[in-house]
Every structure is written in structure tokens, then in C-alpha cells.
């Protein structure tokens, strides 16, 4: 729920000191909570990207890491070399 409005000018002037410090108090708690829901929804942002990184490394290398997968299965390969993967990450 987004709730933008403020209180009125005439509203705050003519509030009690208690009632300042109990809107001042609800604001800092409103303020913490929307600032915890932003954390959580960048690192959703950031998983989201490396998830698609991933992606995009299996788009660009898969035949070759199955082909790879193959030799190593085969036994014709015992090292495996990702010089090659890092040159084009």
C-alpha cells in the first residue's frame, strides 16, 4: 500500500506535542518498514540478474561444457581448462 498524503499544514500547527511524537513515531516505523521491503526487493533484483547470467553463460557455453562433460566421462580428459570460458564471460 502506498500512502503519499501528508498530514496538512494547519493540522501539524495545530497538533499537541504528543501527537507529533506519536505521528513522528509512526513515520520512523512506516520509514523502516518500506526501507526493509526495498533491501528485500533489490537482493530479488540481484538474484534475479545472476539468474540470468547464468543463463546467458549456459546460452553462449553449453555445447561445449557438454562436450567437455563427454570427454571427461570418456576418459580422454583429466584437467579441466576454463581459460577459454573467461576469455568470452
Known sequence: MVDLALPSLPYLLECSTNGLQELELKSLDLAAQC??????????????RETAGVCRFLIVHRSDLID????????????L????FRKTA
Open 35 to 48: 526501507s526493509k521491503r526495498a533491501e528485500a526487493e533489490i537482493k530479488q533484483a540481484i538474484a534475479y
Open 68 to 79: 567437455l562433460a563427454r570427454l571427461i566421462v570418456d576418459g580422454k580428459q583429466r584437467l
Open 81 to 84: 581448462h576454463f581459460e577459454e
